[in-house]
């Protein structure tokens, strides 16, 4: 079976400085800077991305709109309402459950729940501050994410200009 790769991106830098419910709180500048680097990091280093995971909290839509912006094709985008505020076993739900013809996924959401999806596939905690980038190769299956360690190709957050 050849290997799967689950890129996570954690949304970029919200504004706090409304009184919106946290779902609908928007991005910050800085935020949106963020995102766009985030974008360029991966038309860089990525070949292709096959599909998006988007929790639809407004901040992790507006994280992927700018970041795929920066993509040469941008791939086909699924929103989905689990992926916000998801727990790991939610998070291991959601991957488990994508089409196996998918070689290259983005998920993108939040924290704490990032950060234990990444620990839990390749055993070893990965920081994923806003607007940071873990890259993880799986062997086998989707349905199989997490049971077997995956390997982990890069992580950090890309540097803003």
Same mark, same amino acid.
């Given at each position: 079976?050849?290997?799967?790769?689950?890129?996570?991106?954690?949304? %970029?830098? $919200? @504004?706090? %400085?409304? @009184?919106?419910?946290?779902?609908? *709180?928007? =991005?910050? &500048? *800085?935020?949106?800077?963020?995102? %766009?680097?985030?974008?360029?990091? =991966?038309?860089?280093?990525?070949?292709?991305?096959?599909?998006?995971?988007? $929790?639809?909290?407004?901040?992790?839509?507006?994280?992927?709109?700018?970041?795929?912006?920066?993509?040469?094709?941008?791939? &086909?985008?699924?929103? @989905?309402?689990?992926?916000?505020?998801? %727990?790991?076993?939610? =998070?291991?739900?959601?991957?488990?459950?994508?089409?196996?013809?998918?070689?290259?996924?983005?998920?993108?959401?939040?924290?704490?729940?990032?950060?234990?999806?990444?620990?839990?596939?390749?055993?070893?905690?990965?920081?994923?501050?806003?607007?940071?980038?873990?890259?993880?190769?799986? @062997?086998?299956?989707?349905? $199989?994410?997490? *049971?077997?360690?995956?390997? =982990?190709?890069?992580?950090?957050?890309?540097?803003?200009?």
């Amino acid at each position: 079976m050849a290997a799967h790769t689950l890129i996570l991106l954690r949304h %970029s830098k $919200s @504004d706090w %400085s409304g @009184d919106e419910a946290d779902i609908d *709180r928007p =991005l910050a &500048k *800085r935020g949106r800077r963020q995102a %766009s680097e985030a974008g360029r990091w =991966l038309a860089t280093h990525v070949h292709r991305i096959d599909l998006a995971v988007v $929790s639809t909290a407004k901040r992790a839509r507006a994280t992927w709109d700018l970041a795929s912006a920066e993509l040469g094709e941008r791939p &086909k985008t699924q929103p @989905d309402e689990d992926a916000y505020a998801a %727990s790991v076993g939610e =998070l291991l739900g959601i991957i488990r459950s994508l089409d196996e013809e998918l070689g290259t996924v983005v998920l993108v959401g939040h924290n704490p729940g990032l950060e234990g999806l990444a620990e839990t596939l390749i055993g070893d905690w990965v920081p994923l501050p806003t607007s940071a980038i873990a890259v993880i190769e799986l @062997d086998g299956p989707w349905r $199989s994410a997490g *049971r077997a360690p995956g390997l =982990l190709r890069a992580a950090g957050r890309p540097p803003t200009g």
